[in-house]
């Protein structure tokens, strides 16, 4: 069963085309990887998912609930982090959350929730400005995963991070699915970073949907191409250098 799928899902702004007619499928209880060069349309994509851009044209479905007549619904559903977090500096961490958690009209018992599934439970009293980049990622996380939505919308969640942070929120995501029955759509531009968390991708360029499918099927389909099928970041690469070539060298 798919929780989130979208039927010729396009965004257009004034001569130029930011998402072009994409369907995607998203299944219940995965992490889908949402891969793409930056500025492929994957940001705009989740936005309209948010209800923060209107698709010009196309429509989409989130658990059976069809935008735009189910907005709020769909809203309810959902927790996001979108771009870079951003906080209120002078607030510790536990009361950026309660913010949060009192907009929602959440239990307080959602706040501590949050912090324990991200790891900040020591930090709670910590003003958010004193955080460390990493600290402010799993702030960002943890507003997204108060409540326990069902669906997860994370864009681009370890942007300049180090390569601990990096694998700390990785394996964070890894295990939302199990342990809090969710779904997360996670968006990157790097496939190594995909295939350590992801069971099925969609590969994004210039707003034109290039792939969806397993990382297996991935493979398969690259041999089958003559790509290198061990090297899967050459594999993304070359499908992206190749559609800017059909493109007419566009970049």
């Known amino acids: 069963m798919n929780i989130i799928e979208t039927n010729h899902l396009t965004k257009s702004y004034a001569g130029f085309t930011a998402v072009s007619n994409v369907s995607l499928h998203i299944p219940k209880g995965t992490v889908y990887g949402f891969l ?45 982090f979108i771009e870079a977090p951003s906080f209120y500096g002078n ?3 536990e009361e950026n959350l309660d913010i949060v958690r009192r907009i929602l009209g959440l239990p307080k018992s959602a706040v501590d929730d949050a912090l324990e599934l991200t790891g900040l439970t020591q930090w709670r009293k910590r003003l958010a400005r004193k955080y460390s980049l990493g600290m402010k990622q799993r702030l960002g996380l943890a507003s997204a995963l108060i409540g326990r939505p069902p669906i ?11 390569p601990v942070g990096i694998h700390e929120i990785r394996s964070l995501i890894r295990s939302l699915p199990e342990k809090l029955q969710c779904t997360v759509l996670v968006s990157s531009h790097l496939l190594s970073e995909i295939e350590l968390m992801a069971d099925n991708i969609g590969i994004l360029n210039h707003g034109r ?8 099927e991935l493979k398969q389909g690259a041999e089958m191409k003559g790509y290198d099928a061990d090297n899967l970041e050459d594999t993304f690469l070359a499908m992206i250098e190749e559609d800017n070539f059909q493109r007419g060298g566009a970049r």
């Open 209 to 216: 949907l290039l792939f969806e499918g397993t990382l297996k």
């Open 91 to 93: 607030l510790t961490g």
């Open 36 to 80: 793409g060069p930056n500025g492929a349309g994957k940001s705009t994509t989740m936005k309209m998912f948010l209800g923060l851009t209107k698709p010009t044209d196309g429509d989409f479905l989130i658990d059976g609930k069809k935008y735009p007549k189910d907005r709020i619904e769909i809203l309810k559903e959902v927790g996001s």
């Open 152 to 162: 997860l919308i994370l864009d681009e969640p370890t942007n300049g991070l180090d």
